[in-house]
Nanobody, 123 residues
Framework: QVQLVESGGGLVQAGETLRLSCAAS????????MGWFRQAPGKEREFVAA???????YYADSVKGRFTISRDNAKNTVYLQMNSLKPEDTAVYYC?????????????????WGQGTQVTVSS
């Protein structure tokens, strides 16, 4: 069992920066792919970014060039650096772990989920 705990959300103005963190329990973190998803009010949860166990990355078009996903296996932590934030980035952001180790963009590909952290971007 893997437990994921997100942190770093908050209220910022458009154009500002936030860094989300997701701390994972368990010694198998290094072999998992990790992803970030988000859910805005009244909308379906959507893929944001993912990083494989080999450090390959993939982004949704809506965040490409603004967000960066990274991982620190020594700390069992994955990060989402969010620059140039826009009001449409407002959502609850979820961290997820994928046992296959490969990049996944669908929710069903992920085995473990965090509780989420709120990001609010004001205009």
């Amino acid at each position: 069992q893997v437990q994921l705990v997100e942190s770093g959300g908050g209220l910022v103005q458009a154009g500002e920066t936030l860094r989300l963190s997701c701390a994972a329990s368990g010694r198998t973190f290094v072999s998992y792919a990790m992803g970030w998803f988000r859910q805005a009010p009244g909308k379906e949860r959507e893929f944001v970014a993912a990083i494989s166990w080999t450090y390959m990355t993939y982004y949704a078009d809506s965040v490409k060039g603004r967000f960066t996903i990274s991982r620190d296996n020594a700390k069992n932590t994955v990060y989402l650096q969010m620059n140039s934030l826009k009001p449409e980035d407002t959502a609850v952001y979820y961290c997820a772990a994928n046992k296959s180790g490969r990049i996944g963009i669908q929710e069903y590909e992920y085995n473990y989920w965090g509780q989420g952290t709120q990001v609010t971007v004001s205009s």
